[in-house]
């Protein structure tokens, strides 16, 4: 098993950032390509931002280029997203998840999740 937490998360003004962090435990991560999602109250489960195993590759959701920037320290088993010119439309809960095969990014492509983080963005 691969425990994900998750932490950063909170209220902040439109136009402002966050800086959110997953640190992970009872694997290699390193192993590991890390996603970040998103889930608004009454939406689906979306991804925001995914990272390969060295950090090389990285994807965001369209709604987010330009603003988010994932990145991870595999000597630290932990992976972050910086949120810039954040909007109230970014209100959501933020989860981090584990996908040891890097196949897609669709949630049922990943095996772990963190509990999640909410981040509130007022306007």
């Known amino acids: 098993q691969m425990q994900l937490v998750e932490s950063g998360g909170g209220l902040v003004q439109a136009g402002g950032s966050l800086r959110l962090s997953c640190a992970a435990s009872?694997?290699?991560?390193?192993?590991?390509?890390m996603g970040w999602f998103r889930q608004a109250p009454g939406k689906e489960r979306d991804i925001v931002a995914h990272i390969s195993w060295s950090g090389g590759t990285t994807y965001y959701a369209d709604s987010v280029k330009g603003r988010f920037t994932i990145s991870r320290d595999n000597a630290k088993n932990t992976v972050y997203l910086q949120m810039n010119s954040l909007r109230p439309e970014d209100t959501a809960v933020y989860y981090c998840a584990a996908d040891r095969l890097g196949l897609g990014y669709g949630s049922s492509d990943f095996e772990y999740w963190g509990q999640g983080t909410q981040v509130t963005v007022s306007s």
């Open positions: 009872g694997r290699t991560f390193s192993n590991y390509a």
